[in-house]
């Protein structure tokens, strides 16, 4: 058995859809926990959400403040994004607004 790991974790949480979202609705969440999505705590996974957001999960994972990367005006708190799809009357879909929280020291046991 590997031992436990302590990881830092993201919450992703879809907290306004305009449109409509195929995959998500307001309240779901995407946990990542280090390097890996949390399959059990998340309720669900959108590859482009992910695309979204890929360039800044490292840096929000590690403790970066979302408001020093443009995601936040408020320093220390909660940052945003949304995903890829601008919905109507360019795509028959949504978008949806995430709010991402950095949780220090999650652990995963391997």
């Given at each position: ?12 949480k879809a907290i306004e859809i305009k449109g409509t979202c195929p995959v998500y609705k307001v309240g ?31 840096a929000l994972r590690d403790g970066m403040d979302p408001a020093k990367l443009g995601l936040a005006k ?37």
């Open positions: 058995m590997k031992s436990k790991q302590e990881f830092n974790k993201l919450v992703i779901d969440k995407t946990v990542i926990n280090g390097p890996f999505i949390d399959m059990e705590e998340s309720d669900v996974v959108c590859i482009h959400a992910l695309f979204s957001l890929g360039s800044f999960i490292v408020t320093p220390n708190g909660p940052g945003y994004f949304h995903c890829l799809d601008p919905g109507e009357p360019h795509t028959g879909g949504g978008t949806v607004i995430f709010e991402i929280t950095h949780v220090k020291q999650a652990s995963r046991n391997g």
